[in-house]
């Protein structure tokens, strides 16, 4: 086809133009070719934008967030003298985890935290990096630590999230901070960073949770479970879905509140959400995107344009969940420093 496939050269469009002479033919580089059959096809039609009012805009919401956290920060150096302080520790040179622990220590400076760095070689010993957190558990300028996951495989990541000192565990990852979370009457000192940002999007955007049907996809440690036991402890009738269970379309399909963290680029289509349901879409996956400056582009667990047609409120990728994760890191290393200042006892 390429080689039948021809154009007039602007010289020759020019000589015919009032002329009608027939113009000569030159043959066009394939790339135009490709180009030119994309432009004459019946193209598929452009999606529908989706209104803003649909939109939870969670750049927005952390952005009010950390605007409020800095006020709090500065009425906490003029009543008490203190300074919150986060410790990150990074182990390897993951170019993600290296741009979030870049992202982390930024919101520190700007909402007046120090902050604490330890970058630490990909084949450092579990020994070491358990003396780097030990180190900043001892260290009172230090309110809250968090050591950036992944980790590389050669470490165990449940010893190092153990050994974080409780009241200093911001990430909420430790079991005694999860264990509380599962139990009614019990309050964690953390709520781990993502899930607790799911809620508060939630809460800001004034959505209803008492009483809801809401279906959580996934079960990690980290999104799915921590979420799941948040929407319950808000009175939600709560299902997570997983990869081992039949029908999760269907079951999702009845939610009013569906949070997708599964870890799969758009498998959440429009079809598995009920008309009027909010969603909250937790994944950030990279798609292959030829037209984008970098070659790809972020997309959620859920399709966008699919779902949002269903939703009556619903995250965008990026800019929804993502965003709140750093929020809710400062609000709790805000929170150990609060009760650092009024010296209270931590207890379980
Ligand atoms: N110790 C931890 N490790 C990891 C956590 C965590 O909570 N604690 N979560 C993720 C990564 N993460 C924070 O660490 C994180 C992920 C995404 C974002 C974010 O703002 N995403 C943007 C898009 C950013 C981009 O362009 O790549 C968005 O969604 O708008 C912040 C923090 C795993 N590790």
């Known amino acids: 086809m390429a080689s039948s496939f021809?154009?007039?050269?602007?010289?020759?469009?020019?000589?015919?133009?009032?002329?009608h002479r027939v113009a000569a033919i030159v043959p066009l580089p394939h790339h135009a070719v490709v180009a030119a059959v994309a432009a004459a096809a019946p193209s598929a039609p452009a999606p529908t934008p989706v209104p803003a009012s649909k939109?939870?805009?969670?750049?927005?919401?952390?952005?009010?967030?950390?605007?409020?956290?800095?006020?709090?920060?500065?009425?906490?150096?003029?009543q008490y003298n203190l300074t919150p302080g986060l410790a990150v520790v990074l182990v390897g040179a993951r170019k993600d985890s290296e741009t979030y622990v870049r992202s982390k220590k930024k919101a520190c400076a700007e909402v007046g935290f120090?902050?604490?760095?330890?970058?630490?070689?990909?084949?450092?010993?579990?020994?070491?990096?358990?003396?780097?957190?030990?180190?900043?558990?001892?260290?009172?300028?230090?309110?809250?630590?968090?050591?950036?996951?992944p980790l590389p495989k050669h470490i165990s990541e449940k010893r190092i999230l153990d050994a974080i000192s409780i009241e200093k565990?911001?990430?909420?990852?430790?079991?005694?901070?999860?264990?509380?979370?599962?139990?009614?009457?019990?309050?964690p000192l953390f709520v781990p960073c993502t899930p607790k940002g799911c809620i508060e999007l939630l809460e800001r955007m004034?959505?209803?949770?008492?009483?809801?049907?809401?279906?959580?996809?996934?079960?990690?440690?980290?999104?799915?479970?921590?979420?799941?036991?948040?929407?319950?402890?808000?009175?939600a009738t709560v299902t997570i879905?997983?990869?081992?269970t039949p029908d999760a379309q269907r079951i999702c399909s009845e939610a009013d509140i569906v949070v997708a963290a599964c870890g799969v680029a758009?498998?959440?289509?429009?079809?598995w959400i009920k008309p009027g349901a909010v969603v909250i879409d937790v994944g950030i996956n990279a798609?292959?995107?030829?037209?984008?400056?970098?070659?790809?582009?972020?997309?959620?667990?859920?399709?966008?344009?699919?779902?949002a047609a269903k939703a009556s409120l619903i995250t965008p990728v990026p800019g929804g969940v993502g965003p709140m994760t750093i929020a809710m890191l400062l609000q709790n290393t805000l929170e150990s420093a609060q009760r650092v200042a009024k010296g209270e006892s931590v207890t379980h």
């Open 241 to 244: 879905v997983h990869s081992k």
């Open 266 to 271: 758009e498998m959440v289509t429009g079809d």
């Open 114 to 149: 120090d902050s604490f760095g330890t970058d630490l070689p990909a084949d450092v010993s579990e020994e070491e990096l358990l003396k780097v957190v030990e180190d900043y558990n001892a260290d009172p300028r230090v309110h809250g630590i968090l050591v950036q996951l």
């Open 169 to 187: 565990d911001v990430d909420g990852f430790h079991p005694l901070n999860i264990g509380s979370l599962a139990m009614r009457g019990r309050h």
């Open 55 to 78: 939109l939870i805009d969670g750049k927005a919401i952390a952005d009010t967030i950390r605007g409020e956290i800095a006020v709090e920060v500065a009425a906490m150096k003029q």
């Open 206 to 235: 004034k959505v209803p949770i008492s009483g809801r049907k809401a279906c959580v996809i996934g079960r990690s440690n980290i999104v799915g479970m921590p979420v799941a036991l948040l929407l319950q402890r808000r009175d």
């Open 6 to 19: 021809h154009r007039q050269s602007a010289a020759n469009r020019s000589a015919t133009r009032g002329s």
């Open 287 to 307: 798609k292959d995107d030829p037209s984008a400056k970098k070659g790809y582009r972020l997309v959620g667990d859920v399709e966008f344009e699919g779902a």
